[in-house]
C-alpha cells in the first residue's frame, strides 16, 4: 500500500486527506483537519498564511505518522489569491482576502480604461472584481509598496509549495483564475501586462502533475522525513473536483461548497458573446481542457447562517439546519442568492429576511430562512443549465455533484427536481480525490484521466436523485 496526501485548503477550512492506494482501490483518510480564518486589521482582511503553513506541516506530519509510504503531497486552493515575493524570497505582507475586493473599483477602472471585449480576448474568463489582474490593479492604483519590491507573484498553492521546496511556479488551472492567462499563447498575456503596467513578476506556468520538487533539506529535516515529492495537482480546488468526475458532452457538474461552480467540460475557451453577458468563465482543467462555468454564491449562505446561530446555540450544525429545512414549506418566489446584499452581510439572517421580503414573502422561522437559501441555489442551478446549453448548443441529460455541499441531501434533491435531471451525487470529497489522482498521474502510478476515473468509480459510493416534481 501507497499514500498520496492531498491538502485542501478551502475559504473557510482546510482538510487533509491521505489517498491509500492498493489492490486497485483508492481509500481516502482523513488526517488533520483546520479551520481558515481570515484576519482584518486596519480594515483589510488577510489570509492568516503563517497558521495555514504551520497545518500544512502539521498535515505531512500527520500523514508520515500512518505508518505507510507516502509519495508525495499536493495543495490546492481556492482561485485568484496570491502572495508577493521580493528578490530575497521573502514574503511581502500576507495575502489578502479576495473578499475585500467588494468594495474596490478596480474593475470598473479597468473595464473603463480598456473595455470588456478588448481584456475578455486576451484572458476570455468571467469578470469578478477579486480576480487577480484587479487585484493588482488595485495595489498598483494604491502605491502599493509591497508591489514595488516583489519580484515574484505566487498563487496561493503555489506559496505553499514554495515554502516547501524553494520553487516558484504557477500551476496551469490556478493561472486561468487570474484572468491574466491567454489560452492563444498558452501563457500569461503581455499585453494585458504592459496596458495596466503591472511590473513583471508571473511565475512560468506549469500542467497540473508536475513534480515541483522534494521538500527543502531544512523542511525534510524538521519533519523528519526524507524523500517526499511535492507536487502541484490541479491547484484550483475547483479543477481538482472537476478533475474527479467522469464527465460527458451530455453531463453539468455542480461542485457544491462555498461556491457553487457549474458547468459543462469544453476543448477550448468559448469566446461567445453570451458568455460576457451571463459572466460565465473559462477555466482550465487537467489536460489543457476548459469548463464553460458559472460562480455561483453556494452554500456560503447556509455556513454565514451557521456562524451566526451558533453565538446563541453552539450545538446547531449543517445536519440540524437541514433537517430544519426539510419540514418546512417552499415559496414559489426564490431568492436571488446572486445579490450583492449576500456577499459580505453582518448579518445573513438578516440578509436573507430582507431579500425574502422585497418578494412579498414573511420567512418565519429558522427552517424557512435555510430552505429560502437552498431553494435559491438549487433554481440558480437551473438557471444556469439553461444558459450552458444555449451556448454550447448541448443538450444536457444529466448532472454529476461532488463536494461538500452534497451532504446536504435536500440540495441535491432540489437540483434533480429543478432541472428535470437525474443527479449522481460523490464523492463529497471530490476535491481531495482529484488532487489525488492527479499526483498518481504525475508519478506515473495512473495512466490518464480515464483509468483514473474506472479508480474512482471502483472505488466510493455514490447518490443517485430522481426528479419528483
Ligand atoms: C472556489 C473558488 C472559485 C472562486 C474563488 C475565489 O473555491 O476557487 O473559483 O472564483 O474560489
Redesign the pocket.
Known amino acids: 500500500m501507497i499514500g498520496f496526501l492531498a491538502i485542501d485548503i478551502?475559504?473557510s477550512s482546510g482538510k487533509a486527506f491521505v489517498g491509500k492506494y492498493g489492490r486497485n482501490r483508492l481509500v481516502l483518510e482523513e488526517v488533520h483537519r483546520f479551520s481558515n480564518e481570515p484576519i482584518h486589521v486596519a480594515d483589510l482582511t488577510h489570509w492568516n498564511l503563517i497558521s495555514l503553513y504551520k497545518n500544512v506541516v502539521e498535515s505531512i506530519k500527520a500523514a508520515s505518522a500512518m505508518g505507510i509510504e507516502i509519495r508525495s503531497v499536493g495543495i490546492d486552493t481556492?482561485?485568484?489569491d496570491f502572495g508577493l515575493i521580493d528578490s530575497s524570497g521573502s514574503i511581502q505582507g500576507d495575502p489578502r482576502h479576495?473578499r475585500d475586493m467588494f468594495k474596490d473599483d478596480s474593475m470598473d477602472y479597468a473595464i473603463k480604461k480598456a473595455g470588456k471585449r478588448w481584456i475578455f480576448d486576451r484572458a476570455p474568463t468571467q469578470f469578478?472584481p477579486?480576480n487577480t489582474l484587479y487585484q493588482l490593479i488595485s495595489l498598483k492604483r494604491n502605491n502599493s509598496r509591497y508591489l514595488e519590491k516583489a519580484d515574484a507573484l505566487l498563487p496561493m498553492p503555489s506559496l505553499l509549495t514554495y515554502f516547501l521546496t524553494g520553487e516558484k511556479l504557477t500551476e496551469f488551472t490556478f493561472a486561468t483564475?487570474t484572468q491574466l492567462f491567454d489560452p492563444d499563447r498558452n501563457d500569461w498575456s503581455e499585453e494585458l501586462i504592459r496596458f495596466f503596467d503591472l511590473p513583471d513578476i508571473m511565475t512560468p506556468i506549469v500542467d497540473p502533475g508536475e513534480i515541483a520538487g522534494e521538500l527543502l533539506p531544512s523542511v525534510a529535516e524538521e519533519l523528519g522525513i526524507k524523500g517526499l515529492k511535492v507536487i502541484l495537482p490541479a491547484s484550483?480546488?475547483?479543477a481538482s473536483a472537476v478533475s474527479s468526475m467522469d464527465l460527458s458532452d451530455d453531463s453539468m457538474f455542480v461542485s457544491a461548497?462555498?461556491?457553487c461552480?457549474e458547468g459543462v467540460l469544453i476543448d477550448k475557451p468559448s469566446r461567445n458573446d453570451d458568455v460576457i453577458e451571463n459572466n460565465l468563465a473559462n477555466e482550465g482543467c487537467y489536460g489543457r481542457r476548459y469548463r464553460l462555468l458559472k460562480?455561483l454564491t453556494g452554500l456560503w449562505l447556509v455556513q454565514e447562517l451557521l456562524k451566526e446561530w451558533r453565538r446563541s446555540d453552539p450545538n446547531l450544525d449543517h445536519y440540524a439546519l437541514t433537517e430544519m429545512a426539510l419540514t418546512v414549506r417552499s415559496y414559489e418566489r426564490k431568492i436571488d442568492v446572486e445579490s450583492e446584499a449576500f456577499r459580505k452581510p453582518r448579518s445573513m439572517e438578516k440578509a436573507i429576511l430582507s431579500e425574502a421580503e422585497k418578494l412579498g414573502i414573511s420567512l418565519k422561522n429558522r427552517g424557512e430562512i435555510v430552505r429560502a437559501a437552498i431553494e435559491g441555489i438549487a433554481y440558480q442551478t437551473e438557471q444556469t443549465r439553461k444558459q450552458l446549453q444555449s451556448i454550447t448548443g448541448r443538450s444536457i441529460r444529466n448532472i454529476r455533484m461532488v463536494g461538500g455541499g452534497i451532504r446536504n441531501s435536500l440540495l441535491c434533491q432540489l437540483v434533480s427536481d429543478y432541472t428535470g435531471l437525474p443527479v449522481v451525487a460523490g464523492p463529497a470529497e471530490g476535491t481531495a480525490t482529484g488532487n489525488i489522482i492527479v499526483q498518481m498521474l504525475g508519478l506515473g502510478e495512473l495512466s490518464d484521466l480515464s483509468q483514473a476515473h474506472d479508480l474512482i468509480q471502483r472505488s466510493f459510493n455514490f447518490q443517485e436523485y430522481t426528479p419528483k416534481k
Open positions: 478551502g475559504a481556492w482561485g485568484v479576495y469578478q477579486f483564475t484550483h480546488d475547483t461548497g462555498t461556491w461552480l460562480n
